[in-house]
């Protein structure tokens, strides 16, 4: 006869939403197992066992990021008419965003990943990872610009992926010292006005 485990006592979802919060506020190494036993409201051993480990628990906490939160910005790019106010949509998501709220910490989580913190190889993976599908993302649209006559054909739309990128990156950095969304929105606006054909 097959054993049947005990239930699992508590909302899984729910913990990897609160999990990803504490990461997101406190970062990776300063996240203590404790902490994220409280958050997440799961003794030791359930925490293990639905997760694995706090590293396991950080990649799929990061998935979840992405999914959720990172979506619901990057997910502006598409919007636009052109790649153009697709992009100057997507920074103005992030001005909305990226700084600190009653819902939210400040920044980006998968931006954050990348700095002040000493990360182990399977994170600094993923983050990696992350970020260069944002900029996969920037290089498509832009891309798809050029081959429509949004750009000129002599666009440099490897650098200019780039620059909207370190941009975009700059912004969640900004964010997590306390910018302001209207400070970051001068930000955006500057960025908008470097647009090929602006000046």
Same mark, same amino acid.
């Given at each position: ?67 959720t939160q990172g979506l619901r910005v990057w997910g502006k790019l598409a919007e636009g008419a052109t790649a ?18 009653? *819902? ?5 989580? #998968?931006? /954050?990943? &990348? %700095?002040?913190?000493?990360?182990? =190889? $399977? ?19 832009l891309q798809t610009a050029v081959a429509k006559g949004e750009l000129p054909a002599s666009t440099d739309v ?16 900004? *964010? ?5 969304? #209207?400070? /970051?929105? &001068? %930000?955006?606006?500057?960025?908008? =006005? $470097? ?5």
């Amino acid at each position: 006869m097959a054993v049947i485990g005990r239930p699992r006592e508590f909302d899984r979802d729910a913990a990897l939403e609160a999990a990803m919060f504490l990461f997101w506020r406190k970062g990776f190494s300063a996240t203590s197992m404790n902490d994220l036993c409280d958050a997440m409201g799961v003794r030791s051993p359930s925490l293990y066992a639905a997760f694995g480990s706090k590293e396991a628990l950080y990649l799929e906490a990061v998935e979840h990021y992405v999914r959720t939160q990172g979506l619901r910005v990057w997910g502006k790019l598409a919007e636009g008419a052109t790649a153009r106010a697709g992009i100057e949509n997507l920074l103005i998501a992030g001005t909305e965003s990226l700084p600190k709220s009653r *819902a939210t910490p400040a920044g980006c989580m #998968a931006v /954050l990943a &990348a %700095v002040g913190d000493e990360w182990p =190889a $399977a994170i600094a993976r993923v983050a990696k990872k992350v970020r260069l599908e944002m900029l996969g993302m920037l290089h498509a649209r832009l891309q798809t610009a050029v081959a429509k006559g949004e750009l000129p054909a002599s666009t440099d739309v490897d650098g200019l992926s780039r620059f909207y990128l370190s941009v975009f990156q700059g912004m969640a950095i900004q *964010a997590r010292d306390s910018t302001t969304q #209207a400070e /970051l929105r &001068a %930000v955006a606006e500057a960025a908008m =006005a $470097a647009w090929p054909g602006s000046g």
